[in-house]
């Protein structure tokens, strides 16, 4: 996600459609920005429909580059400087009204709805504030690609990347302009990019978290630098003002295929890239970017072929907007997923979800386009707060605009300090946790186990290793089974889980019935499972399946249950049919059990454990058949 680039009133291709075309206008880029922020609109909307549309942000960091740079130098080679002030109060009026606008009124609805789409508000406030939101995330460990209690404005964070670099970009060209040629300075941007690709690569494969990796300014910063030394590069040859340019058939179809090819390359990437992998760090991204800059130079060239065709009606119009789709998209779903809860985030539900979030966006945008962007572009930021003090020397229409604002100002400030002081420090989700781990604390030793195998287990005969969803449950697995010894811990997965086993099973320590839920953190491994079993020994055991809106939970569930058919004394504990009937006993990530959902999940260990017990053919789970 990002925002969209902007260009100035007079280097965009007019506010409004049929506006007259400046000579600072760049054929293509408006339906190109279209395009960009309908893979990031359906990634988030839709999950599971475009599984790499993240890769829409950096085409618009692609774009940003080329656009922005190709302004600056223009500006200097008109004025023989580069008026930093100037640039940067462009930067303020086109940004922050829509960016203010999104803040206020999402946070507003957020304290209506509910408290987990309100924990860390103040902090994210002040990261998109200050345009640091990545490092903010990066900070407090957010996790990008989780959907589950997600952050109400994580969609700033590339927002403040782009800020970030359009503080820096105009210094160092200033500084390059004046003391080397423009090829040296197109060098040195494009070697700082193709560092920083590496550095996204080396930080993957090093092992380092997903967010680092993707949020870093060092690390996402490529395709800006790469965007800005393809302007340096083509700015000599495309020269603004001059005459018109005619390109020969043979170019044009030369430039065809460059931009479809690369258009080609995105929408596969975006189909097939996976959130989070090392794959995406290292070569996918990167790759995105090389794609969407052959498309900005091929189709950026005058009356090239398909530039033309991205400039049709729908796609600029579409583009002209795409700031306010990106800022408003992300924050209407959080706030519709809390609102719907956990169904909402799962089959037609998430439909519905993802189609009332988009005609949300849609209009939030174009109202904010309309009626607060173009004003505060045509009469800049300080004209429009004066106007806001003074609404009667305005016209008409622009009184009943400061009108409307100062409304909007009065009812959502207020709310807004509400928000922040009431905010909670932890979600239902990490409440949910942390009742489980102060269960754990203070769990009481374990009584003997019971003297003869043959008898029913009770807790002393039990040993659970799981993870989180273990973890909030422990609480009613306790008192369930007094005395069950229980290892449970966030984010663990099968792997870690198999060397918590083995090492129970190396001191003596394993009971006669194991319990593991394992499987909502990623997939299961054919091995891992075996080898599960070769430690179990003789021991009963009891996989629990899993519960969650992601995309290996059916395929753990199915891996877990075709394993429990062909070993004898396995069985699986169907949480998952037990919790899907009941979303709300589950912690707003529709993940996390409450103390009732908790109940129910011992209830399925406590089936699966009496199934156990049971003769073969009379709960369907025998040795597999020679």
């Known amino acids: ?70 302004l600056l130098l223009r500006e200097a080679d008109r004025s023989g400087t580069i008026r930093l002030g100037r640039f940067w109060r462009r930067r303020a009026r086109r940004l922050l009204p829509a960016l203010g606008a999104t803040l206020l009124v999402c946070t507003t609805a957020a304290l209506a709805v509910g408290r987990d789409a309100l924990v860390g508000i103040g902090g994210q406030l002040l990261g998109a504030a200050f345009f640091v939101s990545n490092w903010v995330y990066t900070a407090t460990g957010v996790d990008y690609f989780a959907k589950d209690a997600p952050e109400l404005f994580r969609n700033t964070w590339s927002l403040s990347i782009e800020e970030q670099f359009y503080v820096a970009l105009p210094l160092l060209l200033l500084l390059l302009l004046r003391r080397a040629k423009r ?110 800059l052959a498309v900005v130079a091929a189709v950026t060239r005058p009356g090239a072929w398909l530039g033309r065709a991205l400039d049709v009606a729908p796609l600029r119009w579409v583009g002209a907007r795409s700031y306010g789709i990106y800022l408003w998209h992300w924050p209407v779903w959080v706030l519709g997923a809390e609102l719907m809860g956990p169904e909402g985030r799962t089959g037609a539900g998430s439909w519905v979800l993802g189609l009332g979030a988009l005609l949300i966006t849609v209009a939030c945008a174009a109202l904010s386009y309309r009626y607060l962007e173009l004003p505060v572009r045509a009469l800049g930021l300080r004209r429009s707060v004066g106007l806001l003090i003074r609404p009667a020397q305005g016209t008409l229409r622009r009184r009943r605009i400061a ?65 989180s969803v273990m973890l909030a449950s422990s609480p009613e697995l306790a008192a369930r089974f007094p005395g069950i010894s229980i290892d449970a811990e966030v984010s663990r997965g099968l792997g870690a889980g198999l060397g918590i086993v083995e090492d129970l099973a190396g001191r003596g320590e394993l009971r006669r019935v194991l319990v593991v839920g394992l499987g909502t953190n990623g997939p299961v491994l054919d091995d891992d499972l075996a080898r599960l079993r070769s430690v179990a020994g003789t021991r009963q055991l009891v996989l629990v399946n899993a519960h969650a809106d992601r995309d290996w939970i059916p395929g753990v569930n199915a891996d877990l249950q075709k394993f429990a058919a062909q070993h004898r004394g396995v069985v699986v504990a169907d949480w998952n049919s037990a919790i899907t009937p009941r979303p709300e006993l589950l912690a707003g990530d529709g993940i996390h059990p409450e103390p009732e959902g908790g109940s129910r999940y011992a209830d399925s260990v406590a089936k699966a454990i009496a199934a156990l017990q049971q003769p073969d053919e009379a709960v369907g789970f025998g040795a597999p058949r020679r």
Request: hydrophobic share 55%; with cysteine; net charge positive.
């Open 1 to 70: 996600m990002t925002a969209p680039p902007t260009a100035s009133p007079s280097a965009r291709s007019g506010a409004r459609l049929g506006a007259p075309r400046s000579s600072g206008w760049f054929g293509g880029l408006d339906g190109l920005r279209a395009v960009a922020v309908a893979l990031v609109v359906v990634y988030h909307l839709f999950p599971g429909a475009l599984p790499g549309g993240f890769i829409g942000v950096d085409v618009f960091f692609a774009i940003s580059g080329f656009l922005i740079t190709s």
């Open 403 to 467: 009108s409307a604002v100062l409304v909007l100002l009065f009812l959502t400030l207020p709310a807004v300090t509400i928000a922040v002081a009431t905010a909670p420090s932890r979600s239902s989700s990490a409440e949910a946790i942390l009742r489980g781990q102060e269960a754990l604390r203070k769990k009481k030793p374990a009584p003997p186990p019971a003297a003869a195998a043959s008898t029913q287990p009770v807790g002393g005969d039990i040993t659970a290793v799981g993870d």
């Open 183 to 292: 090829s040296t300075a197109c060098a040195l941007l494009f070697a700082l990019g193709i560092a920083s690709a590496i550095w996204m690569a080396v930080l993957a494969f090093s092992g380092a978290p997903p967010t680092r990796v993707y949020f870093g300014s060092d690390t996402h910063v490529f395709g800006l630098l790469l965007g800005a030394a393809l302007a340096l590069r083509l700015y000599r040859d495309e020269r603004l003002g001059g005459a018109p340019v005619i390109i020969e058939r043979q170019a044009q179809i030369r430039l065809l295929a460059i931009s479809v090819g690369g258009l080609a390359v995105l929408l596969w990437l975006a189909c097939v890239l996976r959130e989070g992998s090392v794959e995406s760090f290292a070569g996918g991204i990167q790759l995105a970017t090389v794609a969407a």
